[in-house]
C-alpha cells in the first residue's frame, strides 16, 4: 500500500503541469538526487525503487527484468557546440540529469540517444500529452550533449554506473555524406571505449523522425537495410566482443522491408532490434493552446513522434513482422511502444518479442511502471514470473550460427 500511494503521489504531482514545464521540472529533480543520494535513500523506503523479476535472456544478454525504460528520459542537457559541452563538463555540472537516480528508481535504463555532434533540439513547442488517450507527442529533436561530452561525464563516473545499462548512438541527421555518417558513427562508439564506458548494450538508433535538419532538407534514409547494415556493422567492430549491439527501427515499414531489415541487421552482428521508435503524426489540435510558448499559431502543422497507446498496434504489428523475419536468425525482438499494462505486455510477448522497453507508461502509470505491469501480468497468467519465455528454435540457432 504504501508503494501504491508513493508511486501514484509522484505520478500525479508531474500530472499537475504542462508537458514542457513537467519535463523542466523532472529534470531539475533528478539532478538533485544524483547529486545528493542520500535522498535515494528516502526514496527507497517510500518504496520507490524496482522489486527483484526474473531475469530476461535477449541474445547473450541476461536482464535482471524483461522491462527496459527506453531511451529519451535519461539523454541530458543540450549545447551548441562540443566545447561548451565539455567545457561544462570540466565545471563538474550535471549534463545527463538522470544518469544516477533514473537506474536507482526504475531498474534497467538506456540512455541517450547520443550523436556525434551535440543539438539544442528543436524550438518550442516540443511536448504534447493526451491523458486520455494515454498517448505522448514529442520533437524535442534529440536534444543531447554529443558523445564527446556523454562520454567524457559518464567515463568519470564509471565505477557509480548500473551494472546492467544500455546506450543509445544516432547518425547526425544534419549529415548527408552515408561514408561520413557511417565514421562519425564507428567514431562514437570508439569514443565510448576510449573513455573507460562498458555498456551491457549499444543501440543503433536507425530511426529519428522527429529532428529538424538545417536549411531544411529531409532526414537521410538510414533505415534502408544496406545503410543499416553497414551503420550497426561499423558501431559492432568498435566495441568490445562482449558489448552487444542492438538497433532500433521505426513502425511504418512494409513486412517485405522488414525482413530485409532482420537479414541485414543479423549480417552486421546485431543481436536484438527494437519495434519500434515513435511515428511521426500532428499533435490533436485540442492539445494545443491558442499560441504555442514560442508565439506561432496552434494551427500550424507541426508534426512530433507519437508514443504510447497510440502507438501500440503500429508497434505491435512490427514486432510480428519482425519475429517471423527473424526466426532462422541469431536475432531477437524487443517490443516498445505502448507497453501500458500487463495486457499489452503479453499482447507483445505472444507477438515474439523477448523482452519491451517502455517509456509513456512512465508518466501516465508512475515511476513504478514496470513493477506495476510485470505484477498485472503475473496476475493474468496465473503464475509467479515475469519472465519473457525465449523461442527454443531460436536459441538452437543461436548456438549453431555465428555471424562473426
Request: proline share 8%.
Amino acid at each position: 500500500m504504501k508503494q501504491s500511494i508513493a508511486n501514484q503521489a509522484v505520478r500525479d504531482f508531474f500530472l499537475l503541469f504542462s508537458p514542457g514545464r513537467s519535463h523542466r521540472l523532472l529534470e531539475r529533480s533528478l539532478a538533485h538526487l544524483d547529486d545528493h543520494p542520500k535522498c535515494l535513500g528516502l526514496a527507497n523506503r517510500l518504496g520507490l525503487e524496482p522489486q527483484p523479476e526474473p531475469a530476461a535472456e535477449v541474445g547473450r544478454l541476461n536482464l535482471q527484468s524483461p522491462l527496459v525504460l527506453g531511451a529519451g528520459l535519461v539523454k541530458g542537457l543540450g549545447f551548441a557546440s562540443e566545447a561548451a559541452a565539455l567545457r561544462a563538463v570540466g565545471q563538474r555540472q550535471n549534463i545527463i540529469p538522470g544518469w544516477r537516480a533514473v537506474p536507482a528508481i526504475v531498474g534497467p535504463v538506456e540512455f541517450g540517444s547520443f550523436t556525434p555532434k551535440p543539438r539544442m533540439g528543436n524550438s518550442q513547442p516540443t511536448l504534447w500529452r493526451d491523458r486520455a488517450g494515454k498517448t505522448l507527442y514529442n520533437r524535442v529533436g534529440l536534444r543531447n550533449p554529443g558523445i564527446a561530452a556523454a562520454a567524457n561525464f559518464l567515463g568519470a563516473r564509471a565505477y557509480q554506473l548500473p551494472m546492467v545499462w544500455g546506450i543509445s548512438l544516432a547518425p547526425d541527421p544534419e549529415e548527408t555524406d552515408r561514408q561520413k555518417r557511417q565514421d562519425s558513427l564507428a567514431s562514437a562508439a570508439y569514443t565510448l571505449v576510449d573513455c573507460g564506458l562498458s555498456p551491457s548494450w549499444v543501440t543503433v538508433n536507425l530511426s529519428c523522425p522527429n529532428a529538424e535538419p538545417e536549411g531544411g532538407q529531409r532526414l537521410p534514409d538510414t533505415q534502408s537495410p544496406d545503410e543499416a547494415r553497414q551503420l550497426c556493422q561499423a558501431v559492432r567492430d568498435e566495441l568490445p566482443a562482449e558489448v552487444v549491439v542492438w538497433a532500433k527501427v521505426g513502425p511504418d515499414h512494409s513486412q517485405a522491408t522488414y525482413f530485409e531489415l532482420a537479414h541485414a541487421l543479423a549480417q552486421a552482428g546485431v543481436e536484438a532490434v527494437i519495434a519500434t521508435n515513435t511515428t511521426s503524426r500532428t499533435p490533436p489540435s485540442h492539445l494545443q493552446p491558442p499560441k504555442s510558448s514560442c508565439g506561432k499559431p496552434a494551427t500550424e502543422k507541426l508534426f512530433a513522434g507519437m508514443s504510447g497507446a497510440g502507438l501500440q498496434p503500429y508497434a505491435l504489428r512490427a514486432v510480428k513482422s519482425l519475429a517471423e523475419a527473424s526466426k532462422k536468425l541469431p536475432l531477437e525482438v524487443i517490443g516498445c511502444g505502448g507497453i501500458m499494462d500487463g495486457k499489452t505486455f503479453l499482447d507483445f510477448k505472444a507477438a515474439g518479442a523477448v523482452a519491451v522497453q517502455y517509456w509513456s507508461a512512465l508518466v501516465f502509470r508512475g515511476p513504478l511502471a514496470a513493477d506495476i505491469i510485470a505484477a498485472e501480468a503475473r496476475t493474468l497468467t496465473g503464475t509467479k514470473t515475469g519472465r519473457v519465455d525465449t523461442n527454443m528454435d531460436k536459441a538452437q540457432t543461436k548456438q549453431a550460427t555465428d555471424l562473426r
